[in-house]
């Protein structure tokens, strides 16, 4: 197979796959993205029990069949290819209620899915084999260009290989020979059944990331049997969900797990296995970055996976010279790993079109072009103005504030997430390169309704405002809310009590606490976390330049905050001693700081010398009610529609909605 350049789609499970639409709606996403060199979709179960949740695909069902050669016929359509990701999850398995029990090497529990797996006997790995090759030759049968075998992650062929969940002492563990032989069973047949002339790649585990995990030399030994065995190129994979090593989070520095990668490639060619290709993957997010991880000539390929949410056209805007043209994936998991864990579709904060592309049709199909108002410039007016301006219409954005960006701009700040100002950024500019006007300081109240006459329509995204909380003494002048202390962290020294304990108190927690050199190279970031081959410490290191207490009435910090970023902000919280109250009733602010009533029900005071809230929103929608009594036809996104669990995700969502009503 030869491909027209270096950028594969890595596999993402994206909850489309099993939807009842005949594979309409993962035709339409895949076919958008067919501009990467090879397509490797999400993994498609090659039984009933290796399920990964209720969204996966079953090779074996004949739904699922139809909806992947509609994604077959889709991106040949677009002259692309495509890869199908032959996938078991083991003791990952999340079957449907009712479903098969998870089944693994050894009955090894998993904190991941909270459950503990039944041994497989021999009769179930022969059958379990089968079914990976039966899922091979189905695969070639629907048009697939390739095959993945997901040997990595933590899935079922990676327990094999890991001491920690291959207990057993038979012909399949017990040795380093015998924990390979699964994988290299699977290769062996596979390759047997398609013949020579189908690729098959093998996503293989660089470094499982868990104590007890495969050792670095049953690694390089099981690249080079499968090389040997007949894989045509070996997708390298890093991490488990249990792995206390953040991999794909933002934090992670750009291109850390290439190193994995290079070692196998250099193995392989001691081998004498020239004609292997290898494809690195995991936190990369421009074309530029992934251009430097193969310009040593030491990899073959970049897969990258998110960055296709992000913008399916990633490849092409790059190829032309406009890689600022490009949305860039910041990194942030809200969208799309956190929601592959449950049921809901894949998509992406930063193109909530992603995932929905039958439902909003990237160009206007039909009626007449209009003029719009964009009111408010946050992520959920600015993701409503570029979809306006991409459907063919005018519009005008009118932001209060003196820069874009809203909320959103306040994350920026926040340690690992500088990508935002980027989107932010990137946005404002695609307005203004498409001609459209972003007037800052400039706030539309009623007395602008009469102007707002000659629009044909008006999109209300006025955001939200800090809550503030009746309490004794809140007016204190060392109180402030979360906007005035992330304008000015640094006004913020020796104790601050943070009143509120969700996802913004915890991210000033984390603003406050960081090590300014926490995004460190690659290597100094591995060097925290990873000891050879076992993986001994929590690496957030903190200076803890301040005292920071987070308070909080519930019981749980952080709650709504992504279970894929959720571990590794508590990591760096709980480095940096930031001391965390729950089930907490606020008595009083006082100058010496914050009485509370805590759980154990004694009154007690916290000293500080600065106290913040951050005890939820208000939505910002005095304008809804002026616009319709003057007759002007108004939508509302983000903040405006209210402030209930609001987030970035759900703003960009109702941003594009917004958008598609005008
Ligand atoms: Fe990237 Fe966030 Fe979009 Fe996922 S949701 S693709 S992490 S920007």
Not at 49 to 60: C, K, L, T
Not at 229 to 239: E, F, M, Q, R
Request: proline letters at 6%; a negative charge; one cysteine or more.
């Amino acid at each position: 197979m030869e491909l027209p350049h270096r950028i594969v789609m890595g596999a993402m499970h994206l909850n489309l796959e099993t939807r009842d639409d005949d594979g309409t709606a993962l035709a339409a996403f895949y076919a958008e993205r067919a501009g990467a060199a090879l397509i490797v979709t999400g993994g498609v179960a090659v039984n009933a029990a290796g399920v990964g949740g209720p969204g996966y695909a079953v090779i074996g069902d004949p739904r699922s069949r139809t909806a992947l050669a509609a994604a077959v016929r889709a991106v040949h359509d677009r002259r692309g290819r495509i890869a199908l990701q032959l996938f078991h999850a083991g003791r990952y398995a999340k079957p449907e209620d009712g479903g098969v029990h998870p089944v693994a090497p050894s009955p090894v529990h998993s904190s991941f899915n909270r459950c503990t797996p039944r041994e497989m006997t021999h009769a179930d790995i022969a059958a379990t084999i089968d079914d990976f090759v039966e899922g091979a030759r189905t695969a070639r049968a629907l048009g697939f260009d390739a095959v993945e075998v997901m040997g990595s992650e933590g899935y079922l062929i990676n327990q094999f290989t890991a001491p920690l969940t291959n207990q057993r002492d038979d012909a399949w563990g017990g040795d380093a020979e015998r924990r390979r032989r699964f994988p290299l069973e699977v290769l062996c047949r596979i390759r047997a059944a398609v013949g020579r002339d189908f690729p098959v790649l093998f996503r293989i585990s660089g470094n499982d990331l868990v104590t007890g995990g495969t050792p670095a030399a049953e690694v390089t030994a099981l690249a080079v049997a499968l090389a040997g065995a007949g894989a045509d190129a070996l997708s390298v994979g890093v991490g488990w969900h249990e792995s206390p090593v953040p991999t794909v989070q933002s934090e992670v520095p750009v291109g850390t797990w290439a190193a994995s990668g290079k070692a196998l490639k250099r193995a392989l060619l001691a081998a004498g296995h020239h004609d292997v290709a290898v494809i690195t993957a995991n936190r990369f997010t421009s074309i530029a970055q992934a251009d430097e991880a193969l310009s040593g000539g030491e990899l073959d390929f970049v897969a990258m996976a998110r960055p296709f949410l992000a913008d399916p056209e990633i490849v092409a805007k790059s190829a032309a010279g406009r890689p600022d043209q490009v949305t860039l994936c910041i990194a942030c998991n809200e969208a799309c790993i956190d929601r592959s864990f449950g049921a809901e579709p894949v998509s992406c904060l930063v193109n909530p079109r992603a995932g929905h592309e039958v439902e909003f049709p990237s160009s206007r199909r039909g009626g007449r072009s209009g003029r719009y108002v964009v009111i408010g410039a946050g992520i959920a007016g600015l993701e409503a103005a570029r979809t306006v301006a991409g459907l063919g219409h005018q519009v005008e954005v009118y932001e209060a504030a003196a820069q874009p960006g809203g909320q959103f701009r306040l994350a920026a700040q926040v340690p690992g997430k500088a990508d935002f100002a980027e989107t932010i950024g990137h946005h404002v500019q695609e307005l203004l390169d498409a001609g459209m006007p972003v007037h800052l300081g400039r706030r539309i109240g009623v007395e602008d309704i009469p102007e707002l006459r000659s629009f044909d329509g008006v999109v209300l995204a006025t955001g939200v405002v800090p809550a503030r909380l009746s309490l004794p003494g809140v007016e204190l002048p060392h109180v402030r809310d979360y906007a005035e202390a992330f304008a000015d962290p640094e006004a913020l020294d020796g104790r601050v009590v943070i009143i509120g304990g969700g996802g913004i108190a915890v991210d000033l927690a984390h603003t406050l606490t960081a090590d300014p050199k926490a995004k460190a190279t690659p290597e100094e970031f591995l060097a925290r976390y990873v000891e050879g081959d076992s993986i001994p410490r929590h690496g957030a290191e903190s200076s803890a330049r301040r005292e920071v207490t987070l308070l909080r009435r519930g019981r749980r910090i952080g709650e709504g905050i992504g279970p894929s970023t959720r571990w590794v902000v508590m990591q760096h919280l709980r480095s940096a001693s930031v001391r965390m109250l729950t089930g907490i009733t606020y008595r009083e602010i006082t100058p010496a700081g914050v009485v509370v009533t805590d759980a154990e029900g004694t009154d007690r005071s916290i000293a500080a010398d600065h106290v913040v809230l951050a005890v939820g929103q208000l939505p910002v929608q005095d304008l809804v009610a002026p616009l319709s009594e003057a007759g002007i036809p108004v939508v509302t996104a983000g903040g405006a529609v209210g402030s209930d669990g609001l987030n970035a995700v759900r703003a960009t969502a109702e941003g594009l909605r917004a958008a598609h009503r005008v």
